[in-house]
C-alpha cells in the first residue's frame, strides 16, 4: 500500500503519474472518494503521463470516455450507475478484460464486477488539514 499526501492538483498528478509508470496494458484502477476529492485530476495525471492529447472530463452522463495516447485509456464515470442489475453492465466487461487502461470514477457502485487484481485508489479529503488537502491511498 502506498499513501501519498497531496496539497494540489498537481501534487495529485504527480501521484497519479507514479502509478502510471507502473501500469501494464489491461489494468483496471477503481477510484474511490467523494465529490470533488479529486478522482478525475488523478485520471488527468494518468492522461498526462500516457501522452493523451484528449481533454479528460468526468464522463457523468456517458459513462465511459476513451482517450488516446501511448494506450487505449478508457476512463468511467459510474456515478449514475449505483446499484445495477447484473445485466447491465455486460458491456464494461469489454472494457474491463480489454487491452486498455481503464480507470473508473465511483468504483463501488459497480464492486461486483470488478477484476481480481484492481488497483483501488481512495481520495479524501480533510477539510480541517487546508481546503486543498487530500490523501491518496492506493493499493
Ligand atoms: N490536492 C488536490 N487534489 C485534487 N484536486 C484538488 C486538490 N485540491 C483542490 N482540488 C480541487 O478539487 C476539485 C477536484 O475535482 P475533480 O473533478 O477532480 O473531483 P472528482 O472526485 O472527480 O469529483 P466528481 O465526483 O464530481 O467527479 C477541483 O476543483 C480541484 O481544483
Ligand atoms: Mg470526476
Redesign the pocket.
Known amino acids: 500500500m502506498k499513501i501519498y499526501k497531496?496539497?494540489?492538483?498537481e501534487?495529485?498528478a504527480s501521484a497519479a503519474g507514479e502509478l502510471a509508470a507502473e501500469l501494464k496494458p489491461g489494468d483496471v484502477i477503481a477510484?474511490v472518494?467523494?465529490?470533488?476529492?479529486?478522482?478525475?485530476?488523478?485520471?488527468?495525471g494518468i492522461a498526462k503521463y500516457f501522452h493523451s492529447k484528449n481533454d479528460v472530463l468526468?464522463p457523468?452522463y456517458t459513462l465511459v470516455n476513451e482517450y488516446g495516447g501511448d494506450i487505449p485509456i478508457y476512463h468511467f464515470?459510474v456515478?449514475r450507475l449505483a446499484n445495477p442489475a447484473l445485466d447491465e453492465c455486460d458491456w464494461i466487461d469489454e472494457y474491463l478484460f480489454g487491452n486498455g487502461i481503464t480507470i473508473i470514477?465511483?468504483a463501488d457502485n459497480i464492486k461486483n464486477i470488478l477484476p481480481e487484481g484492481t488497483i483501488r485508489v481512495e481520495?479524501k479529503a480533510y477539510p480541517e488539514k487546508g481546503?486543498?488537502?487530500?490523501e491518496i491511498k492506493i493499493c
Do not use: H, M, P, Q
Open positions: 497531496s496539497n494540489s492538483v501534487d495529485t477510484l472518494g467523494d465529490l470533488g476529492a479529486g478522482k478525475t485530476a488523478f485520471v488527468k468526468s457523468t464515470d456515478y470514477e465511483w481520495i481546503e486543498d488537502y487530500r
